[in-house]
């Protein structure tokens, strides 16, 4: 053997007694480098034990909550037995002699002569339903920093739709060129719920391509799932990304579980969403601010039992006793109110008051209206024609503050109380399908006219449409419109919205002109004070 010659000269240097000396302590370490080794090996070994008896322990788990799944359910037919709902011995279902055999229960009374007994079959009565949104950032960057974590798609934290049952836990991934969905979950051993981050990568990973996934827990019970998929575009409104999907989760052997992944562009041959590559993705309208957000809708029926378990029944039969009458012969029509009251509007039948929209340059636009409806539906309106005001005696109210097609859309909503009909009028009156920024400007009108005539129903439906409709274009303007009528839920929105995007929304010209009592509260927001609390602090102080 060669050896360095600096270490050559190390050991030419040192006398015999010297050399055997290093030789012994040489020895020494060599058995301890053995027995460290082999402690290794034996760590290592137990670390694969470990982890085979805690996939032992999840999939007993999975089965004792499926088994006290199972349980739930029959607790709950056996409530509605006890209620006298249905069941073995219910009225029809035995024969009579069986009833005036059982002496320990009261008899049940004959049926009536004309009487019959019928039962219903109820599938999917009450499933479970509930939408995830996920907002993924950063995305220009996604594909290189995936690389980094040597994996090809991120991943959402684990949400759940049926909250009593361990089986119905989610999660989305996102491949930004619809690789390998290796999402790295199992990294993550517990999430923010407490749910284990184990157990979402029981699939075909190298057969399964996708840009964005739904997969569920792997799970051995059965589950019938209809699952939509949407993006949220520059307007703030979500776009159906693909069609709805209704699926059966077939129920799996209980020894190898599997997940279930469903995706808008599983099943095609070019991946991307909406078709679009990621180039073309980040310059689309479904990226602001470097970032896109998806929205899923999960409705998802469990099943309760495996089919070892015995035989599976999704559905609640119940039966029930009926007095047999004679098949009407007259039909009776559906209800017309709501469209004959707008009719009286529209047409203007007996009408009794104008209210006329002068507003700005614009030829005023005049509706024929009924002061007993608009004075029984806004306070305002009630006070304006019945304390001798001059519209109480010429009948006309000349509205010059409120646009007409948000007049029109305010006294829609008054005569119907149906925020359908108000949907038709910002179509009709807000111009082309995309144009969303009139759209939403009238949306705003409504919502001051709503606040002025006091129509609180309508002014929070306004809210909440807002709410889903920011963007740094609009945040600016909507937190002022919140900040002057008291729109406490879209001002806590917008303030959310701009701290989180405070690079872009600072740098507009519309945040320089925010009125000095609305950058007060943004202040406020980003150093973590509540305003309206530390107002209330200010005036116990100065009592």
């Not at 249905?86 to 005036?100: A, I, L, N, R």
């Not at 059966?248 to 190898?256: C, F, G, L, T, Y």
């Not at 998802?300 to 039969?317: Q, T």
Request: proline share 5%; net charge negative.
């Amino acid at each position: 053997n060669e050896f360095p010659p600096g270490i050559m000269a190390d050991l030419e240097g040192l006398s015999a007694e010297a050399l055997r000396a290093a030789i012994q302590n040489e020895r020494v370490a060599l058995e301890q480098a053995k027995a460290d080794s082999a402690a290794a090996r034996d760590e290592r070994e137990g670390a694969g034990q470990r982890q085979r008896l805690r996939r032992e322990l999840e999939a007993l788990r999975s089965r004792t909550g499926a088994w006290r799944s199972g349980t739930r359910l029959l607790q709950r037919v056996r409530e509605s037995i006890d209620r006298d709902e249905h069941g073995p011995h219910f009225y029809g279902v035995d024969s009579e002699k069986t009833f005036e055999a059982n002496v320990f229960e009261p008899r049940k009374p004959r049926q009536p002569v004309g009487g019959r007994v019928g039962s219903t079959t109820k599938y999917a009565e009450s499933p479970y339903k509930s939408e995830h949104v996920w907002t993924l950032s950063g995305l220009s960057w996604l594909p290189q920093l995936l690389e980094q974590e040597e994996r090809e798609c991120a991943r959402s934290d684990i949400f759940s739709i049926a909250e009593d049952y361990e089986e119905s836990r989610y999660i989305l991934v996102f491949s930004p060129r619809g690789g390998r969905l290796t999402h790295g979950a199992e990294l993550c051993h517990m999430s923010e719920e407490g749910f284990s981050g184990e157990g979402f990568s029981s699939f075909d990973l190298e057969r399964t391509r996708g840009s964005l996934v739904l997969i569920r827990k792997q799970t051995s019970y059965g589950a019938a799932i209809n699952v939509r998929f949407s993006v949220k575009a520059a307007n703030g409104d979500f776009r159906l990304w693909g069609d709805a999907m209704r699926l059966s989760v077939p129920a799996r052997d209980q020894a190898e579980p599997k997940c279930f992944v469903s995706g808008p562009d599983l099943a095609a041959d070019a991946k991307g969403v909406f078709g679009l590559s990621f180039e073309e993705l980040l310059k689309s309208e479904w990226v602001q601010e470097d970032a896109i957000t998806f929205k899923v809708a999960i409705e998802e029926i469990v099943m309760g039992c495996h089919p070892d378990e015995g035989a599976l029944s999704a559905a609640d039969i119940k039966s029930q006793f009926e007095i047999q009458t004679p098949p009407s012969v007259v039909e009776v029509p559906p209800p017309t109110l709501t469209t004959d009251l707008l009719a009286m509007l529209t047409e203007g039948q007996h009408s009794d008051v104008t209210v006329e929209a002068a507003f700005g340059e614009a030829a005023p636009v005049r509706f024929t209206a009924h002061a007993s409806v608009l004075s029984r539906r806004s306070a305002v309106f009630a006070a304006t024609f019945a304390h001798g005001m001059r519209e109480s005696a010429t009948r006309t109210l000349t509205v010059r503050d409120v646009p007409p097609p948000a007049l029109k859309a305010l006294l829609y909503f008054l005569y119907t109380d149906d925020f359908e009909q108000v949907l038709e009028v910002l179509r009709e009156e807000g111009g082309a399908a995309g144009d969303a920024p009139q759209r939403g400007a009238l949306l705003q009108a409504v919502l001051a006219a709503a606040h002025k005539y006091q129509v609180p129903r309508l002014l929070r439906w306004c809210e909440a449409q807002l709410c889903e409709r920011l963007c740094g274009e609009t945040v600016c303007s909507l937190l002022s419109l919140a900040s002057l009528y008291e729109a406490a839920a879209l001002e806590r929105s917008c303030l959310d919205f701009m701290k989180a995007h405070m690079a872009d929304v600072v740098a507009r010209p519309e945040f320089a002109s925010l009125p000095p009592a609305c950058t007060l509260k943004f202040n406020m927001h980003v150093a973590g004070v509540d305003a309206a609390e530390s107002g209330r602090k200010r005036k116990r102080g100065d009592e």
